[in-house]
């Protein structure tokens, strides 16, 4: 527990707990959407069992990534670099977080709109084992995300967790202030091509110190807060592709 008298711990903490909420905020749609389907008096439960699979999956992908991470001894080289069990996995987390948003920044601006809808199951069963599986998709991002930015297993934990409490209870106000400023969804994909490339290079040996990616990201917070704090004129913001969509917004 001696990072709780580290400030630099507490400023990994609250960055990642916001980038939690922002990239979150498309979870809580599709499983809004995937209970939608269901009759109106099972609704609220298969919401409330898919928000609590997704806090289970996060901390069970946390746990395992971890354990795998520790694993340092060298399994085989490639040129002059040992490369272990931490190295794979780091390697590949970079390079699914790079595939993974680039693809999102292509879908939100110019995917189809609601594409995956049309693919949610009818009976109560069909719909949790759907929500199960995309919650496995969804935590990957968010797990790997907390694995390249944090070193302690209690931070990462600690910061789903909260994160994902928060958006049980404010899922509605969050989702609307994304929805009202996409650039924010813009901005925390962006975050993610950041961390994929920090991962990769730390799979490579490279080490690239937290604080330059943290103030980085900060930076381009506090810019992008002002544009919105500073903004006289304000325009039509643009709207984002969603592949799960409401039947009223089909």
């Given at each position: 527990?001696?990072?709780?008298a ?20 498309d ?7 995937l ?19 997704a806090?289970v999956s996060?901390v069970?992908l946390?746990?395992?990534?971890s ?10 080289s490639?040129?002059t ?5 931490r ?12 595939g993974?948003s ?5 879908q939100?601006?110019?995917?189809a709109?609601g ?30 995300t ?6 302690q297993l ?14 049980i ?10 929805d009202?400023h ?11 091509l950041?961390i ?9 040996h ?21 544009n919105l ?16 969509v409401g039947?009223?917004?089909?």
């Open positions: 527990m001696d990072w709780l580290d400030p630099q711990a507490w400023i990994a903490f609250t960055t990642l707990v916001v980038l939690e909420l922002v990239l979150g905020v979870n809580v749609i599709f499983i809004s959407i209970a939608g389907k269901l009759p109106a008096h099972e609704q609220g439960r298969a919401r409330t069992l898919g928000l609590g699979l806090i996060r069970l946390l746990l395992s990534l354990w795998i991470i520790s694993l340092t001894e060298p399994l085989f490639v040129l670099y040992e490369i272990s069990g190295d794979i996995i780091l390697i590949l987390g970079g390079l699914f977080l790079l993974k680039t693809h999102e920044i292509h939100k601006l110019e995917g709109e594409h995956a809808s049309a693919h949610v199951g009818p009976s109560f069963a069909g719909v949790i084992v759907q929500i199960l599986l995309l919650d496995v998709i969804f935590s990957l991002d968010s797990v790997i907390a694995v390249g930015m944090v070193d209690a931070i990462m934990i600690a910061a789903v967790i909260i994160a994902a409490g928060v958006m209870v404010s899922a509605g106000p969050i989702a609307g202030f994304v009202r996409p650039t924010i969804k813009m901005l925390a994909l962006s975050f993610l950041l994929g490339f920090t991962l990769i290079v730390e799979g490579l490279q080490h690239i110190p937290k604080g330059y990616i943290y103030f980085a990201m900060a930076f381009s917070i506090v810019v992008e807060l002002l704090r500073l903004r006289k004129v304000r325009a039509e913001p643009v709207k984002l592709h969603e592949a799960y039947e009223a917004d089909n």
